[in-house]
């Protein structure tokens, strides 16, 4: 079975950075896309980021300028760099891929932004 490991989440004070990876067990590059969903409280599961196979990116307006997405395909891996954080952005983090009508999440890892 497909197994998507998150880390690097954690509690930042506001304007400060992380960095998330996504650990796969096995070779990300034939996934159509690999990405980011988070998910507030009493919010639904939003897409934060994602890229494609062929390296195409795509960004939730509100972290346009503020998070990038990479993948390493050699690394099984893909990282979400998030910088100048809000305290809006504090949400569970959950990585996923997709192939056809197949989709991967991963068990998600906590962003918790502070004033």
């Known amino acids: 079975h497909v197994q998507l490991q998150a880390y690097g989440g954690g509690l930042v004070q506001a304007g400060g950075s992380l960095r998330l990876s996504c650990a796969a067990n096995?070779?990300?590059?034939?996934?159509?896309?690999v990405g980011w969903y988070r998910q507030a409280p009493e919010k639904q599961r939003d897409l934060v980021a994602d890229?494609?196979?062929?390296?195409?990116?795509n960004y939730a307006d509100s972290v346009k300028g503020r998070f990038t997405i990479s993948r390493d395909n050699a690394e099984n891996t893909v990282y979400l760099q998030m910088n100048s954080l809000e305290p809006e952005d504090t949400a569970v983090y959950y990585c996923?891929?997709?192939?056809?009508?197949?989709?991967?999440w991963g068990q998600g890892t906590q962003v918790t932004v502070s004033s």
């Open positions: 890229i494609s196979s062929r390296a195409y990116s």
């Open positions: 996923y891929a997709r192939q056809g009508y197949l989709n991967y």
């Open positions: 096995r070779r990300i590059l034939p996934f159509n896309v």
